[in-house]
């Protein structure tokens, strides 16, 4: 228990680091969005992942992945 609790963090900070290489590699927002949400979905087995961002009175989706 105490191994796999290690290995999902080492997966988080693997994961934030591979987010961070693309922020500071491109100035195109969709291109970041879309690769973190690929990105999360991949590392964590998470069938759907989207990003939103609040636009006006609402929320505007941003990137998705569904698998």
């Known amino acids: 228990q105490l191994y796999a609790a290690a290995e999902r963090r080492l997966t988080e900070l693997t994961t934030v ?16 969005f879309q690769t973190i949400v690929n990105r999360i979905s991949a590392d964590f087995g ?7 961002l609040h636009s006006g009175d609402g929320l505007e989706l941003q990137a998705y992945v569904a698998r």
């Open 46 to 52: 998470y069938s759907l992942v989207s990003i939103y």
């Open 17 to 32: 680091q591979r987010v961070a290489q693309v922020i500071n590699s491109t100035l195109q927002p969709t291109e970041l």
